[in-house]
């Protein structure tokens, strides 16, 4: 395994089944909610792509988001009204929508923060389509839903 990717599989818990789960939002729902989540995870066993987790002083901020997208093996989108504010995290729910449309099978795993689905019916017509979790149900109930899904698609 190259040395680049050693990081993005280096998460401090359990591997499960080599599941990498990159973690799209924006850097104001990082403390709130994408750390918070990311620490669950991690704490379940899964292996976590966060900013925090990955990028080290002088990386390529494009090429380090663009690695874990292309390695994960889901993702997770925190949809808040910050996150369609910011360029960033849609050019990442771009990427992890190509992979899904390419790969023809469930990779986006949608996060609704502060916002319903009249919001995302305007700002994102085509995740309105997409059953979400709210993060009103605390963070051990995200990950839960996460946990469940991931392990249900892997029966397939």
């Known amino acids: 395994m190259a040395a680049e ?58 090429r380090e988001i663009e690695r874990g997208l292309a390695l994960c093996s889901y993702g997770i989108v925190i949809l808040s009204p910050k996150f369609f504010e910011k360029e960033w995290p849609q050019r990442e729910l771009d990427g992890l929508t190509a992979r899904e449309i390419d790969e023809r099978r469930k990779l986006i795993l949608p996060i609704w923060h502060l916002v319903d689905l009249a919001f995302i019916s305007k700002v994102a017509p085509n995740l309105a389509d997409k059953l979400a979790i709210s993060t009103e149900a605390g963070i051990d109930e995200l990950a839960k839903e996460i946990d469940r899904a991931i392990t249900d698609l892997g029966k397939d």
């Open 5 to 62: 990717d050693e990081r993005l599989q280096h998460d401090g818990g359990r591997p499960r089944r080599g599941e990498t789960i990159f973690i799209c939002h924006a850097s104001e729902d990082k403390a709130s909610i994408a750390r918070p989540l990311a620490d669950e995870l991690r704490n379940r066993g899964y292996q976590v792509w966060l900013d925090d987790f990955v990028l080290r002083l002088g990386d390529s901020l494009r």
